[in-house]
């Protein structure tokens, strides 16, 4: 099956954005005055580093179908930046070191970005441990599916899989999650089609 390929999010900053170079002169502002004086620069450093963040969050979301939302990595890995006693020299190894948090926190559920510590209203964290150990072709479906919003006409279009078969991968790799992950919280604006429902019905009886 061919996967539609997503472009990757360009890693430059924007002229409505702040310089890498202004970004770690921001940090080191933040993590070099005394502490009566960070609480202000903190909201300061904030408004710097979080296009920087997001940037990295999207492209390592692109790359490995991640299903968790932006905000919940942001304010994580915000917290992880400003204790840090030095940012990376280059954007390039920032953007490294975000995709690196990222993975080693969802490959633990009770990690620091685990379920336990969930904000309330946001999926729950071992939804995307479940997620990634589908298989690579499933796991593209329902990502473009689910969260990039593909209706299944174009998911059909794209990866040239008859439209029925599509709705059928996308129904066993949403039973496959279900059956993985019963007591997990699913995002409310995950749907299914209706396309190829007799067909998981079907079955389901032959169990």
């Known amino acids: 099956m061919s996967i539609p390929t ?3 999010t360009v890693c430059h900053a924007t002229s409505r954005e702040a310089t890498w170079s202004e970004v770690t002169a921001q940090h080191y502002r933040f993590s070099s005055a005394h502490c009566e004086h960070r609480f202000g620069l903190l909201g300061e450093f904030f408004e710097v580093l979080v296009p920087w ?3 990295g969050i999207r492209g390592t979301l692109h790359k490995h179908f991640l299903v968790l939302p932006e905000e919940l990595l942001v304010a994580r890995l915000f917290a ?3 204790r840090r006693d030095q940012l990376h020299a280059t954007d390039k190894q ?3 070191w975000i995709e690196s948090q990222v993975l080693a926190s ?3 559920p009770a990690d620091e970005l685990g379920s336990i510590r969930c904000a309330y209203g946001t999926p729950d964290l071992r939804l995307q441990y479940h997620f990634n150990r589908l298989p690579k072709s499933e796991r593209a479906l329902l990502f473009l599916f689910m969260v990039e919003h593909f209706d299944v006409a174009r ?3 794209e990866t040239t899989i008859p439209r029925e078969q599509v709705s059928i991968s996308l129904y066993r790799a949403w039973n496959k999650l279900i059956c ?3 007591h997990v919280r699913f995002p409310s604006t995950w749907k299914l089609p209706k396309e190829g ?3 998981l019905e079907a079955e389901r009886n032959k169990r």
Request: some cysteine.
């Open 6 to 8: 997503i472009s990757p």
């Open 106 to 108: 969802l490959a633990n």
């Open 94 to 96: 920032f953007l490294q």
């Open 197 to 199: 429902f007799s067909f």
């Open 53 to 55: 963040l997001e940037r």
């Open 155 to 157: 998911l059909a279009k």
């Open 180 to 182: 993985a992950c019963p």
């Open 80 to 82: 992880a930046a400003a």
